[in-house]
């Protein structure tokens, strides 16, 4: 079995920062593609942001240039680094990875539970 766990979310005013952090634990070989996602009552989870297991970071538009990610192989562990937070930024926050696991050597997509952020005008 394979576990994420978030930490990190809370309630900022607008203009403020949070960072999130995910860690992944159990039955891992590899991770490949990591990312946060999330998702606002009444939408559709979107992507936020991820990041290969080389480091390349993608973003999503709305987030960039106030966001950054960044992960340490070392400890199965992806960051989110949150700037200027908008009260539009309020969601669940999810990390995703993109894990190997020894059953089948098989790629597996795992989820955390979320971690709330709530940025207030």
């Known amino acids: 079995q394979v576990q994420l766990v978030e930490s990190g979310g809370g309630l900022v005013q607008a203009g403020g920062s949070l960072r999130l952090s995910c860690a992944a634990s159990g039955s891992i070989l590899s991770i490949n593609v990591m990312g946060w996602y999330r998702q606002a009552p009444g939408k559709q989870r979107e992507l936020v942001a991820s990041?290969?297991?080389?480091?390349?970071?993608n973003y999503a538009d709305s987030v960039k240039g106030r966001f950054t990610i960044s992960r340490d192989n070392d400890k199965n562990t992806v960051y989110l680094q949150m700037n200027s937070l908008k009260p539009e930024d309020t969601a669940v926050y999810y990390c995703?990875?993109?894990?190997?696991?020894?059953?089948?050597?098989?790629?597996?997509?795992?989820w955390g539970q979320g971690t709330q952020v709530t940025i207030s005008s």
């Open positions: 990041i290969t297991r080389g480091g390349s970071p």
């Open positions: 995703k990875a993109a894990v190997l696991v020894p059953i089948g050597l098989s790629w597996n997509d795992y």
